[in-house]
């Protein structure tokens, strides 16, 4: 069986090109300004879609840090926030430990050294929000 190349030469072009386009949607970098928190200060914002909000926030090893969040519920809406050793939302370094409540909207740990810690937002499909983190 002969196969022409000018036949599979576009089949060759778009194989190619997926494997690239593969290759950058996982090393997406995650260029938005993080916001420093302070701590017992509520932070609002409004958020929704594809999009997340980054905030940032230095606890001291043996520290306990409570994350509160609350939003205005309409329609069904959802915000959650997640916890990241990370700078890069898409790099998917959560903290895996810490103790959930109130269905998600509270978590509580104790930090295990002194570093920044990312907290970022997001709702589905979007919602005015309102997060609040204690380091105590």
């Known amino acids: 069986m002969k196969i022409q190349f000018a036949k599979t030469f576009p089949l060759f ?5 997926f494997i690239l386009c593969a290759g950058t949607a996982f090393s997406q970098e995650d260029t938005d300004p993080k916001k420093r928190l302070k701590s017992g200060v509520a932070a609002l914002g409004y958020i929704g879609g594809e999009a997340h909000d980054s905030y940032v926030i230095k606890a001291k ?13 309409e329609d069904g ?6 916890i990241s050793r990370s700078a890069n939302f898409f790099d998917g370094d959560l903290v895996n430990f810490g103790e959930e409540s109130d269905q998600g909207r509270s978590w509580t740990r ?18 005015n929000y309102r997060i609040t983190v204690r380091l105590h």
């Open 61 to 73: 090893e043996g520290q306990k840090m409570t994350v509160e969040i609350t939003w205005e519920a």
């Open 110 to 127: 104790t930090a295990p050294k002194t570093a920044d810690y990312f907290i970022y937002v997001v709702a589905h499909p979007t919602a």
């Open 13 to 17: 072009i778009a194989v190619i090109a």
């Open 77 to 82: 809406n959802r915000a959650e926030f997640s």
